[in-house]
């Protein structure tokens, strides 16, 4: 059994439940027609493909893309091309304090203050947490601006 048909096996009673609902909205709009007919006519293969990129697209974990009971050959292709559309696709980087020093404590609270609007509070129980990430989307060269100067005042720091 292909790796999307099976991934959304317990949803099948669902969609039939839904399928009268689903069949006169389709009706109502081409569009959706047309994506459903397209859908229909791709090869298993292609649905892993697709429910691969999906995921990509949707920012949800790839792990469950290669699942027990898939081709060793297929899966290992459509991980490695999920992952090099990961990597090229890349654009927005998370700064995470891995751990800090103790004495620097009080400079990395103020750097996080300063790029977070966190009050006092809240950015020293930030910090306390360690590791955590600090902000979450940044590009590539905020992020990096910002580890620096995180580096600087004494924490050690990964882009993610």
Not at 54 to 71: I, N
Request: proline share 5%.
């Amino acid at each position: 059994m292909p790796l999307f048909f099976s991934k959304f096996a317990p949803l099948v009673p669902r969609v039939r439940r839904l399928s009268t609902a689903a069949a006169t909205a389709a009706r109502e709009d081409p569009k959706l027609s047309r994506i459903a007919d397209e859908l229909l006519a791709l090869s298993p293969a292609e649905l892993d493909d697709y429910a691969a990129l999906l995921r990509l697209k949707l920012r949800l974990s790839l792990t469950s893309s290669t699942a027990a009971g898939a081709s060793p050959a297929g899966a290992g292709d459509a991980a490695a091309g999920a992952e090099e559309a990961a990597a090229a696709v890349k654009t927005a980087f998370d700064v995470k304090i891995e751990k800090y020093e103790a004495a620097a404590k009080i400079k990395i609270i103020k750097e996080v203050r300063a790029v977070t609007d966190l009050g006092l509070k809240e950015a020293k129980e930030l910090v306390e947490k360690a590791p955590v990430v600090v902000r979450a989307g940044l590009p590539k060269e905020v992020a990096e601006a910002l580890a620096a100067k995180l580096k600087a005042a004494g924490a050690a720091v990964a882009l993610e």
